[in-house]
């Protein structure tokens, strides 16, 4: 079976410009989870997604980053325009049963 | 005060002895609790779930959870230097349905 798969791995940009990352989830997962983790520290939610419903997106700095969900599978998160702050590992998971199987992540970098 | 709190170590251990891991939780209502390992610059990945109070065993990893005192362990017993790595407790908390991690605690196993 296979895993969470992210892309990409690795992403410099500079500073105002934009980004994404995607996301495709283990099959018959329903739930989706955004994360972002910075160096030293656990994984902080941004977005939760029930199926294409996100149910939980309290945590998402919506004034630059978005994400979405369409027909329930993949997902696709963005930050536009990124700032300095934004370097981190973008991690996205789905779940079974609240157990989370996490991608391998997206390292972001902002210069 | 955080939703799930973690000494962030490091904890160093000789090789062989038992590590213990601690984690701290807010939400009272709070009913499935894992953890998680994360070597450097990986993803975490899921080592122990636990959903009732007691121990539970999985070969040299036993999670131990008290839900009166809000707390929840690992133990590694006979640690090997492969454990070293960082342990992430992670909660599903009650009131919101939603899976919040701690900061994570830094085993390193001494030869």
């Known amino acids: 079976e296979a895993g969470v798969v992210q892309s990409p791995r690795y992403k410099i940009i500079e500073k105002k410009q934009p980004v994404a990352f995607w996301c495709n989830p283990i099959?018959?997962?329903?739930?989706l989870y955004w994360y972002r983790q910075n160096l030293g520290q656990g994984p902080e939610l941004l977005i939760r997604?029930?199926?294409?419903?996100?149910?939980?997106d309290s945590q998402l700095p919506k004034d630059r980053f978005s994400a979405e969900r369409l027909k329930g599978v993949d997902s696709t998160l963005k930050i536009q325009p990124a700032e300095l702050g934004d370097s981190a590992v973008y991690l996205c998971?789905?779940?079974?049963?609240?157990?989370?199987?996490f991608g391998e992540g997206s390292r972001l970098t902002v210069l | 005060q955080k939703e799930v709190e973690q000494n962030s170590g490091p904890l160093s251990v000789p090789e062989g002895a038992i590590a213990s891991l601690n984690c701290t939780y807010s939400?009272?209502?709070?009913?499935?609790f894992f953890w998680y390992r994360q070597y450097s610059g990986k993803s975490p990945e899921l080592i122990m779930s636990?959903?009732?109070?007691g121990d539970k065993e999985d070969g040299r990893f036993t999670a131990q959870l008290n839900k009166a005192s809000q707390y929840v362990s690992l133990l590694i017993r006979d640690s090997q230097p492969s454990d070293s790595a960082t342990y992430l407790c992670?909660?599903?908390?009650?009131?919101?349905?939603?899976?919040?991690f701690g900061s994570g605690t830094r085993l390193s196993i001494r030869p």
């Open positions: 998971a789905s779940s079974l049963q609240g157990e989370l199987f």
């Open positions: 099959s018959g997962h329903n739930t």
């Open positions: 997604y029930e199926n294409e419903e996100a149910v939980d």
């Open positions: 939400d009272r209502g709070s009913q499935s």
């Open positions: 636990i959903y009732s109070n």
């Open positions: 992670a909660v599903i908390l009650g009131s919101a349905s939603k899976i919040i």
